[in-house]
């Protein structure tokens, strides 16, 4: 069985960084399931791709919106993907969630088997 639980959001100042946790378990490492991604839900909108990233080869992609401010990473010995901010802003509060078992194009929060319950991320002065 899959899970997936995401940890470290919280409050901060404009500018302010923070860093998520997705820890994975269950997942066969490969194929489709070594797609990990997070998405971002702001207030009353849509779910939306922040970044994603394949476990076997090559970089992380980012959103236009993020592309600069976060990184992506993993840790494939632990099994968990890491999300830093940095520079946050206003427009960064969402529920952030991890998603893994990507089937189709990497920003379509359709394409995505597994997800975790989020982590709320607000940033306000």
């Known amino acids: 069985q899959v899970r997936l639980v995401e940890s470290g959001g919280g409050s901060v100042q404009p500018g302010g960084s923070l860093r998520l946790t997705c820890a994975a378990t269950?997942?066969?490492?490969?194929?489709?399931?070594?797609?990990v991604a997070w998405f971002r839900q702001p207030p009353g909108k849509e779910r939306e791709a922040v970044a994603a990233?394949?476990?076997?080869?090559?970089?992380?992609t980012y959103a236009a919106a993020v592309k600069g401010r976060f990184t992506l990473s993993l840790n494939n010995a632990k099994n968990v993907a890491y999300l830093q901010m940095a520079g946050l802003r206003g427009d960064d509060t969402a529920m952030y969630y991890c998603?893994?078992?990507?089937?189709?194009?990497?920003?379509?929060?359709?394409?995505?088997?597994?997800w975790g319950q989020g982590t709320q991320v607000t940033v306000s002065s």
């Open positions: 269950g997942l066969a490492g490969t194929g489709a399931d070594a797609w």
């Open positions: 998603a893994a078992g990507l089937r189709g194009p990497w920003d379509g929060s359709e394409n995505y088997k597994y």
């Open positions: 990233i394949y476990a076997g080869a090559g970089g992380p």
